[in-house]
């Protein structure tokens, strides 16, 4: 059950990624083509120095272009990537002296035509960013997904390393507390760029004041450090040739993984029981996973809240003492047999009931209603409730009635009357359920007294209709 830590960046764009727009007509007059965009500016200071960042693509018409020479040196010590010059309207060819010092500096120049705006090279490095970034979230997310299922096969260690050396195309390792390589993955880096991983991999650990992680470079590659977090000093070394922007999210899911595998409180049956957890939510049929487990029962959490920060969920975890839990916009948590959940300050919280591991998932979509519900009445813990005298109707009969009952309703207007039913016909805490505004709510359930032909402000048409939607 994990989640990426943080959204990759977006990714910087090579030059000539902009130049192969055939559309925009861009000509390299100067520099290499290969360097990477990290964003598009336009300017016509005669020193554009104090708003530049560095690593931008800087557009200029000249328009105070008066020392070429002193002006490109001023660009590449801001830091900028690439210069376009427009060659309109105050030039009508690209400044020779401009050219020259471009040369001298190894600045890439582009010449800009007269049919392409500004605005239109933008936009294509835009674009062209928003598609590297879409590469990069997909990337992680297949990476994460890889990563869970190695954690979950029967030497998960190894299976993890494995996963991580494979998806960053490199080396993984596993260093003890007194700096040995106790597991390892992937091709050998060399002597040099081993020596360098296990010394960096000593500058991070669990003394005080230590860093958590570290970067560097050894034998040609990109080396990164990782203190696990299971307390007794092990720390994960990662050797590529090259680091991409969402590699630290990647590494940072492994991190995670691999100290819940090695946490020294960990016994064999709680190895077992996680692993068959981490199936059954892959999808692994449920009486495989099912047979790994205790019969329970076993309560699923849903929650939202918290203070914003990226422990909120773990401190959650830990308030409610299971460490299977899921973080993202809503957490999801599993309470092992005993655990009782309760309210939590800044939370609010949706419990299901208690339930055998093969129930798992529908215990799940309980604890999802169960916080619908609780967000709409601002309840900081609401439980999923019992069937009741719904138990005392034959299954068979009840769905036949309610189709029956319910077939004018589209699905929409069902799930409307059944959030305003649930919520005492209330419009504001209805529309705030579903999202909507309270003009909407009400049209629908006057549509829905229309379709059904019945009077809505009837006690016994409210408890048939709320029988039948149940």
Known sequence: MSQPLATPPAPPVPLAALLARRELGLRLLAGPGDVALHWVHTSEMADPYPYLLGGELLMTAGVQLTDPARYVERVVEAGAAAL???????????????VEACVRHGLPLIEVPPRTPFTAVARAL????????????RRVTEAQQSLATAAARPAPVPAV?????????????LFGADGTESAAAGRNPGAEAERALA???GVVGPRPGGPASASGEGG?????????????GL????????????DYTVAGVAVVLLSLLTAPHRAADVSVRDAALTRLLLGAPVAEAAASLSPGPWTVVHARGGDGTPFAAATLAAALGTDLVEAGETVRLLLAPGAVATAQPGWTLGVSAPAAPDGLPAADAQAGRALRRAEASRAPLVRHRANGLAGLVDPAEAAAHARELLAPLSEPQRETLRA?????????????????HRNTVRQRIARCAVLLDRDLDDADVRMELWFALR
């Open 126 to 137: 835009w674009r062209l960013m928003a598609e590297a970034r879409l590469h990069e979230l």
């Open 235 to 246: 720390t994960l070394g990662v050797a590529t040739e090259r680091r991409d922007p969402g």
């Open 161 to 173: 390393l494995g996963a991580l050396a494979s998806r960053l195309g490199g080396r993984a390792v």
């Open 199 to 201: 010394e960096l991999a």
């Open 84 to 98: 376009g010059f427009g060659v309109t309207p105050v030039y009508d060819t690209v400044p020779e002296e401009l």
């Open 420 to 436: 305003w039913l649930s919520l005492h016909g209330s419009w504001d805490r209805t529309a705030a359920a579903l999202g909507v």
């Open 220 to 232: 040609g590659l990109k080396l990164a450090a990782y203190a696990l977090g299971g307390g007794d």
